[in-house]
């Protein structure tokens, strides 16, 4: 075509076009998408009819273009928007959760690219019309870029040309073992920052914020435009698996720290903006889990059928909305709110009272209608957690079954209709379109066939604004040679090493034993773990192996491996982990399955657990009592402690320095006497840790919970209550209270702990 610009061809089916005034274009010469020239600009011309709609009209507002598209499409169309596709791994390699070919064949005999596109992918692209996908896994910056230009340009030749809206659960810690955090230290190479509890530890919301402008731009540059994160639940029950995830306990600092992470992700500034701080840099943050996910009964997960009841029995539940309607919803940032919002699997027991209903949270019209939607007006995309449509296993300790809590007697018709009919817009981990347009018809039959066309396209334009306001509509690709450049480039790296370091809590530091600043000679005892069980269920080997990496160590101080050599010890150890709070062995024994979670390192026995649990399944195949009063569990990591103690003995006096990795608060009478030293971290390398023993930098990270005295304190809180612990009180006298934290000169006290720490009585 004459006029156009063509600014770049590095890939051949790539083309890009410079508008003078606007932004520049991005298209692919096979899918047959000409560009109009109109008025001196360019526009792609995706109904590939010649003629300027308002959706392909960049000049207009991003809700005018959504609209007049959700007004164009299909119910079939509309139908592919609302799925959310299951885990993608890149290349599909053979032996996994999520199978793909390639031409029929499996990829290492198939003769693919890296970045080639599974029969899978096309199918769900060009058959569903899905346009929303999760990657879990890459390989690396290149292999994203190409993989993501080929997807875009199999949408970009299909229907309306949607542009597909790739997303990623966060992949910036370190633990890629944990479901949670797929993704997360995978061969991508982003920038690597502490876990969302090691970012609330820093209390300081600012630098949460950094790592969200710079997490986007390497989304970004891997193709991604949706964020499934921040997870913004107050952990008010220590126990809870995720943790982790979480900013901590408090419901203002998860609240600061929400509008930070979510404001950092959103926000496009100067060239890369295109209206109302959306643009090329903006990544949409779908925050979780809608109204709270972190009140499980007795800390059980709801990931697994044990763990499905949410308690409220300290009628605690505004708490918990604060991170969301004063955090994410509240953003500082033109961008206003967080673009997205998943409901948790869990049933917040007893919640509903206009509807009464006991069903998922995504399930109930009074928690996602009357309170999301009307009470707090917020009208961003609310898209279920993973598999809730799928019929659930009978056993009820396993991960790998479908989550549809509280609704199991429906058929997976019927569920869509009930996720669709109490406001839900798309279903995640569905890539068949074929229970959602059931339940369109489903919808026709009692309402007609308007109110379902009307139904169905509220929820495409608040999907399609997720993809109009990124600026995918005009340039979905990528330069694979940049993107290679700007993921994990040295400035990122940088910056999230110093958010590390910002991030350990110094909790002991007896006779100022730190700084280490002279060349000392350090023992560190192996970590044994026994032969075990991963979240998925499958085996792990037995371990005997070095914690870390002792070349690391090397570049700070001389490693010995004769205690009697050393002039400290030092003990890499983790948070106890005593599984799930259920136990197939139980109930083959007679029992009805559950166990105590503990957060000590010695066998447990629930001496203080309740008599009668707070909710219950009433199914005569299910358990309405679920207490485990009396019953015992043991951590499988028990001999961390043994490590702690041995070291203790074999330094016959000298130092004993405990380098703790923390997902929950942890027991530390256990051990606390045995140390002089006591450093948590909440995933970092261990250059970071080895930086603050040696005095590079000082420690300035606060706890961003309570660490209870004993499991009595745990058993006796209140699930969705946070501060309500009896804390523990260390040699030193010392209280591990929310918001404790040393540095060199003792107790740090600063405008942080003035804001954020409690008043006790």
């Known amino acids: 075509m004459k006029n156009q610009e063509t600014l770049l061809n590095y890939e051949p089916a790539i083309q890009y076009i410079k508008n003078e005034k606007g932004p520049v274009l991005g298209y692919s010469s096979v899918s047959g998408v000409p560009i109009i020239e109109k008025d001196g600009l360019y526009f792609k011309n995706l109904s590939k009819d010649g003629v300027l709609k308002p959706y392909e009209d960049w000049r207009l507002p991003a809700e005018v273009r959504a609209k007049d598209l959700a007004s164009r499409l299909s119910v079939e169309q509309i139908a592919g928007l609302m ?25 290492e005999e198939s003769g693919a690219k890296p970045w080639d596109l599974t029969d899978q ?3 769900f692209i060009q058959e569903a019309h899905l346009r929303h996908v999760l990657i879990m896994m890459v390989d690396n910056a290149e292999t994203a870029a190409r993989w993501n230009n080929r997807l875009q340009a199999v949408a970009e030749g299909d229907g309306f040309g949607v542009p597909v809206n790739n997303s990623s659960d966060p992949r910036h810690g370190f633990d890629a073992t944990s479901e949670f955090n797929a993704g997360a230290g995978a061969t991508s190479r982003v920038s ?3 876990e969302p509890l090691g970012l609330a530890a820093t209390f300081d919301p600012a630098v949460t914020r950094e790592f969200g402008e710079i997490a986007s731009k390497e989304y970004r540059a891997l193709g991604m435009t949706t964020a499934l994160s921040p997870q913004i639940d107050i952990a008010t029950d220590p126990r809870w698996s995720r943790f982790n995830g979480t900013f901590g306990e408090d419901s203002q600092l998860s609240a600061d720290t929400a509008r930070a992470y979510v404001d950092g992700f959103q926000t496009s500034v100067e060239e890369a903006e295109l209206a109302e701080g959306w643009g090329f840099d903006s990544v949409n943050a779908m925050v979780k889990h809608w109204p709270g996910g972190g009140s499980g009964e007795a800390g059980r997960d709801a990931h697994f059928a044990c763990g499905k009841y949410a308690v409220y029995p300290g009628d605690n539940f505004e708490d918990h909305l604060k991170p969301f309607i004063e955090g994410a919803f509240q953003l500082e940032g033109k961008t206003g709110s967080a673009s997205a919002v998943m409901p948790y699997y869990t049933i917040s027991h007893d919640l509903d009272k206009k509807n009464g209903e006991n069903v998922g949270n995504s399930y109930n019209r009074y928690l996602i209608t009357d309170l999301l939607r009307e009470q707090y007006g917020y009208d961003g995309v609310v898209c279920t957690d993973w598999g809730i449509t799928r019929d659930e296993s009978v056993r009820k300790g396993t991960l790998a079954t479908g989550k549809s809590w509280g609704v199991e007697h429906l058929s997976v018709a019927e569920r869509h209709y009930k996720l669709l009919m109490a406001g839900v817009d798309q279903f995640g981990g569905n890539n068949d379109s074929g229970p959602v347009m059931e339940a369109y018809q489903m919808g026709v039959e009692e309402h007609g066939e308007a109110f ?48 590390q370091l910002k991030s350990m809590v110094l909790l002991k530091n007896k006779g100022h034993v730190l700084p280490i600043k002279e060349r000392k000679t350090v023992y560190i005892p192996k970590r044994y773990l026994p032969a075990g069980t991963s979240w998925v269920g499958l085996p792990t080997p037995e371990k005997l192996e070095y914690p870390v990496d002792l070349k690391a160590v090397a570049e700070y101080f001389d490693v010995t491996d004769n205690p009697e050599e050393a002039d400290f010890g030092l003990v890499f150890i983790e948070h106890p982990n005593s599984g799930i709070g259920y136990s197939q062995d139980d109930l083959d024994q007679g029992g009805n399955g559950y166990l105590p979670i503990s957060l000590q390192y010695r066998p447990y026995t629930a001496e203080y657990a309740r008599e009668h649990s707070i909710a219950g399944d009433p199914r005569e195949n299910d358990v309405l009592n679920r207490t485990y009063k009396g019953k015992s569990v043991t951590t499988h990591n028990s001999n961390d402690l043994d490590a702690v103690l041995e070291t203790k003995e074999k330094m016959k006096g000298k130092p004993v320095v405990v380098s703790l990795l923390q997902s929950n608060p942890t027991i530390v009478a256990e051990f606390e006497a045995a140390t002089d030293v006591i450093i948590a971290n909440f995933g970092v390398q261990v250059q970071a840790i080895l930086e603050v023993l040696t005095g590079v930098f000082e420690p300035s990270g606060l706890l961003p919970f309570q660490m209870p005295a004993n499991m009595k304190t745990v058993e006796e809180q209140f699930e969705d209550v946070a501060h309500d612990m009896e804390c523990y009180v260390d040699s030193e006298g010392n209280v591990y209270d929310f918001g404790f934290g040393l540095n060199w000169n003792g107790k740090i006290e600063d405008a942080r702990t003035k804001k954020y720490r409690k008043v006790r009585n």
């Open 121 to 123: 992918q096309v199918a």
């Open 83 to 107: 799925l959310y596709s299951s885990h993608q791994i890149v290349p599909t390699t053979s032996g996994g959760w999520f199978p793909g070919t390639y031409a029929g064949k499996p990829y």
């Open 192 to 194: 690597f920052w502490p």
């Open 452 to 499: 379902m066309r009307a139904r169905f396209e509220k929820s495409a334009v608040r999907l399609l604004l997720n993809i109009f306001r990124p600026g995918l509509f005009e340039n979905p690709y990528l330069q694979h040679e940049l993107s290679s450049k700007i993921v994990g480039c040295s400035e990122f790296i940088d910056a999230g090493f110093n958010a």
